[in-house]
C-alpha cells in the first residue's frame, strides 16, 4: 500500500489520510520504543518509588517512606551523594565549558593543522569509560604516577589525588576534561558560523580584539554555549564509572556520587524501590537546574532570527 | 617591524602555545598508556621514568589475552554490536524519514516527547527495565542490551538523521511522487542514499556508544562467558590490580577497536557532532 504511489488525480483528504498512516508506519519503531523503554519504564519507576520492590520482583506499597528515609536524614549516604556530586557539577562542568572554548577560540585562529589538533582534541573521548579509569588509575597513581612523577621533577611535592578525601572530586574534574574534545568541536563549529562582517563592523567602529570578542564572538556565541551547557550539566550529575572503577565512592565516601549511590541502592542492598525514589529525585533536579538555565537563558542567549542588530 | 606586527605575532604565539599544551594533554595519557603497556614491572617501576620501552615486552599482551579470554569478548561485543548498530541505523533513519518529511498527527507531539527523553537520566528507567526484562526471563542474555535500539534507535539519532534529511531539496521527492514513486521508494532511492554519510555517522556514534557501555552490560550480565571487552577489562582490574604494564596492555585491548573505527570514519564523525550542536 505504501509502495504503491501516490497519483495527482487522488483527492486531498485521500492523499493525506494515506501520508497520515504512512508517517505512523515509519515512526512506529520509535513510538513504540518510547511507550515501552522510556515512558512506561518511567511511569513504573514513579510507581516502585511508593514500594519496597526487592529484586526478586516483590513489592507492598509503603506510601513516601522512601523519600521519607532520603530526606529525613535517616539514609546516611542520600545528602552525602547530593553534596559529592553537587562538587562534582560545580567543578568539571565550569572547568569543561571555559577549557574546550579556550582551545576552539585558539583552534579558530589562522593556524597551520587545524584538523590535525581537532582531531587530537576529539580523540580521548572515543576511549571506553572502563580504560579510561585505568589510564587515570596509573597517571594519578601518588607512587609512580605520570603527574606526581613531572609534578616532583621540578619540586613540588605531589598529591594523593583520589587517594585523599579531600583531593578526590577536585582529581575527577581535572580528569574530566581530559573528554572535553567533543564540546570543543561543537564550539569550533559555531565559531566558524560567526559572520565575518560583524568583527570587521567592530573593528571600523574602532573596537579592539577584547571589544570584538565581548560584543560580537560572546553574544553570537551564546546559544552554542547554552546548549553545550545544558548538556554537560546533565552529563555530569550522572557520572558512575568513574567512582565505581576507580574510588569505589571513597575514601570516606568523599567520591559517592549520586547514580553509584543509586546504583549500590538497587544492586548492593537490593532496595529496588528505594533506587527508584532516589532516581526520581535525580531527575527532579536535572529538570530544575535545566529549567534554572532556561530561564535565565533569555537574559544571556542571543539568537539571531529577528534581531540582528543586539549583536553590536 | 611595526607594532601591529609586532603585536600579531605575539598573539599567534599565544595561540600556537595554547594548541601545543591541549595537544600535549590529550597525547599524553594515550601515550603513557601505551608506553606502559610493553613495560615488564621493574621497567615501569623506575624514577625517573623512561619514556621508551627498552626492549619491547610483546609479552603482556599474550600474557593479557591468556588471563582473561578477550578473544572470547571481542567476539561477544562484536555480536552486541552487530545487533545494536543495524537496529539503530535502520529504525532511526525509518523514523527520521517521518519526522522530516511526511505529515500525520501527532508528529510534533511525539517529536517532542522524543526531544525531552533526552533530558530523562538514564537512572530513572533502568531499575523497571531491569526488573522487566528479568521478568521476562531475559536476564542474562544480549536480549535487553540489543533489541531497544530496533525501537528508534534513540532520541539523539533520529534528531541527527532528521536534521540531514531536511537539507535535502524537497523538489526531488515531490518529483519522484509525481512519477509515481510510493514512500517506501522515495526512502530507498532518494533519501538513503543522498544521507549515506549521515547514516554512517549515525552507525559510528552507536558502534562506540555500544563498544564503550558499562552499565547495561554490568546489570544485565552475569555469567563471565558473556561478558563484553569493558566487563572483561574491568575483571581484569580485579585480579591485577598492581601489575600496571598487565593492565595498560588490556586497556590497549580494549581501546584498538574503536581508535581504528574512529579513524576510518573520523570525518564524518565531526561533521556530524558539528550538525546537532549547531542547529540543536
Not at chain 1, 67 to 73: C, E, H, I, K, Q
Not at chain 2, 243 to 250: D, I
Not at chain 2, 255 to 265: C, H, K
Request: proline residues 5%; charged residues 10%; hydrophobic residues 50%.
Amino acid at each position: 500500500m505504501m509502495v504503491a504511489g501516490m497519483r495527482p488525480r487522488a483527492g486531498k483528504a485521500a492523499y493525506a489520510a494515506r501520508e497520515n498512516l504512512a508517517g505512523w508506519l515509519f515512526a512506529l519503531p520509535a513510538a513504540l520504543g518510547f511507550l515501552l523503554f522510556t515512558l512506561g519504564p518511567m511511569i513504573a519507576s514513579l510507581f516502585y518509588g511508593f514500594t519496597d520492590l526487592t529484586i526478586s520482583g516483590k513489592w507492598n506499597l509503603i506510601g513516601l517512606e522512601n523519600y521519607a528515609r532520603m530526606f529525613s536524614g535517616r539514609d546516611n549516604y542520600f545528602y552525602k551523594a547530593l553534596w559529592v556530586t553537587t562538587q562534582y557539577v560545580l567543578m568539571s562542568v565550569p572547568m569543561k565549558i571555559v577549557y574546550a572554548f579556550l582551545l576552539a577560540m585558539a583552534l579558530n585562529q589562522p593556524v597551520r593543522g587545524k584538523s590535525v589538533f581537532r582531531t587530537i582534541f576529539y580523540l580521548p573521548t572515543i576511549v571506553p569509560t572502563v580504560a579510561i579509569s585505568m589510564i587515570w588509575l596509573w597517571l594519578l597513581n601518588p607512587d609512580f604516577g605520570l603527574i606526581n612523577q613531572m609534578l616532583r621533577s621540578v619540586g613540588i611535592k605531589g598529591l594523593k589525588w583520589i587517594y585523599d578525601k579531600r583531593s578526590v572530586i577536585p582529581s575527577l574534574s581535572l580528569m574530566s576534561m581530559w573528554t572535553t574534545g567533543g564540546i570543543t568541536v561543537v564550539f569550533l563549529a559555531g565559531l566558524q558560523d560567526v559572520p565575518k562582517h560583524l568583527y570587521e563592523a567592530t573593528s571600523l567602529d574602532g573596537g579592539g580584539a577584547w571589544a570584538r570578542f565581548r560584543h560580537v564572538t560572546l553574544p553570537m556565541m551564546s546559544p552554542t554555549i547554552f546548549f553545550n551547557l545544558c548538556t554537560t550539566l546533565i552529563g555530569s550529575f550522572q557520572v558512575f564509572s568513574e567512582a565505581y572503577i576507580m574510588t569505589n565512592g571513597g575514601p570516606d565516601n568523599a567520591s559517592l556520587f549520586y547514580v553509584f549511590y543509586l546504583y549500590r541502592e538497587a544492586f548492593s542492598f537490593t532496595r529496588m524501590g528505594s533506587a527508584c525514589a532516589i532516581a526520581w529525585v535525580l531527575f527532579i533536579i536535572i529538570m530544575a537546574v535545566t529549567m534554572l538555565v532556561f530561564k535565565t537563558s533569555d537574559r544571556w542567549v542571543f539568537y539571531q532570527a529577528g534581531e540582528g542588530g543586539k549583536a553590536l | 617591524m611595526t607594532v601591529g606586527k609586532l603585536r600579531k605575532n605575539t598573539w599567534m604565539v599565544f595561540v600556537y602555545t595554547l594548541l601545543l599544551a591541549g595537544a600535549a594533554a590529550s597525547l599524553a595519557p594515550l601515550y603513557w598508556l601505551v608506553r606502559s603497556s610493553f613495560m615488564s614491572l621493574s621497567q615501569i617501576f623506575i624514577l625517573p621514568p623512561k619514556w621508551i620501552p627498552s626492549p619491547f615486552r610483546w609479552s603482556n599482551y599474550a600474557k593479557a589475552f591468556s588471563v582473561v579470554p578477550f578473544g572470547r569478548y571481542y567476539l561477544n561485543t562484536a555480536l552486541i554490536v552487530a545487533g545494536v548498530v543495524s537496529g539503530t541505523v535502520i529504525t532511526s533513519s525509518l523514523s527520521a524519514y517521518a519526522f522530516a518529511r511526511l505529515r500525520w498527527r501527532g508528529r510534533n507531539a511525539l517529536f517532542a516527547c522524543l526531544i525531552a527523553s533526552m533530558m530523562l537520566p538514564f537512572a530513572v528507567t533502568m531499575i523497571p527495565l531491569f526488573v522487566g526484562w528479568s521478568r521476562l526471563g531475559f536476564a542474562n542474555t544480549y536480549v535487553p542490551l540489543i533489541l531497544p535500539a530496533w525501537f528508534g534507535g534513540g532520541a539523539y539519532n533520529i534528531f541527527l538523521l532528521r536534521q540531514f534529511y531536511m537539507t535535502i531539496p524537497r523538489e526531488l521527492d515531490e518529483s519522484a511522487f509525481v512519477d509515481g514513486a510510493g514512500y517506501v521508494t522515495i526512502y530507498r532511492s532518494i533519501l538513503l542514499p543522498l544521507t549515506r554519510p549521515a547514516l554512517i555517522v549515525v552507525g559510528m556514534f552507536a558502534f562506540m556508544g555500544c563498544w564503550n557501555d558499562f552499565l547495561g552490560p554490568l546489570i544485565y550480565l552475569s555469567s563471565s562467558s558473556l561478558y563484553t571487552v569493558s566487563l572483561g577489562l574491568r575483571m581484569f582490574q580485579g585480579m591485577y590490580n598492581a601489575e600496571w604494564n598487565l593492565m595498560m596492555a588490556a586497556s590497549v585491548v580494549a581501546l584498538l577497536p574503536v581508535i581504528v573505527v574512529f579513524f576510518i570514519g573520523q570525518r564524518y564523525i565531526i561533521e556530524g557532532i558539528t550538525l546537532t550542536g549547531i542547529k540543536g
